[in-house]
């Protein structure tokens, strides 16, 4: 009763979120995936729609797994490029972190180079996870864990996940009683 659960609109990436109306941002376990979107490239071993596919399995097997355990969470996919990012002269796909642009648009002997990326990566199939923001984490609340953990790395490791696997890594959430 009261939990709002559903694809949330806007952003870069679908995204799926399951917590109780009114519900804090911060309370939120996070999972972002960024795969490989880019059409026709000739950069990867794989089809590009396999990426779709993956991620999109992903997804539904996480929430799947983190409703039944009463976990409020929200799963993006791709959900856009790192903070302080902005497009890059509007190539799709390309973004310069922002100070730097500003810097340079002010300056024309800035001694530093700018900073650019793709988004998403070419061949990425990245699994991060954010936890709730506390203070101390309390026993059986996932203790020990930074805010935010990199749960798979194609592009470090090179091997295609086995989505299934991936999705049932998180442990469980501490009983209801504190426990």
Not at 56 to 72: D, H, I, N, S
Not at 104 to 133: I, N, T
Not at 164 to 177: I, N, T
Request: aromatic content about 12%; charged content about 25%.
């Amino acid at each position: 009763p009261g939990l709002q659960a559903g694809l949330v609109p806007g952003g870069a990436g679908a995204s799926y979120r399951a917590c109780p109306r009114g519900f804090s941002d911060k309370g939120l376990v996070r999972i972002d995936v960024e795969y490989h979107a880019i059409e026709g490239t000739f950069h990867t071993k794989y089809e590009t729609g396999r990426y779709l596919l993956s991620a999109k399995r992903f997804q539904e097997l996480l929430v799947e797994m983190l409703c039944a355990a009463g976990v409020y969470h929200e799963v993006r996919l791709n959900p856009g490029p790192p903070e302080g990012f902005t497009s890059y002269h509007n190539l799709q796909g390309w973004y310069q972190h922002s100070d730097i642009a500003e810097k340079r648009m002010k300056s024309r002997w800035a001694s530093r180079p700018l900073k650019r990326l793709m988004y998403p990566r070419l061949g990425s199939f990245e699994v991060r996870v954010q936890f709730p923001h506390v203070r101390h984490r309390p026993r059986g609340s996932w203790p020990g864990l930074p805010h935010e953990v990199e749960v798979f790395s194609k592009l470090k490791r090179k091997v295609w996940p086995k989505v299934r696997e991936l999705a049932e890594w998180l442990p469980p959430p501490p009983p209801a009683g504190g426990g």
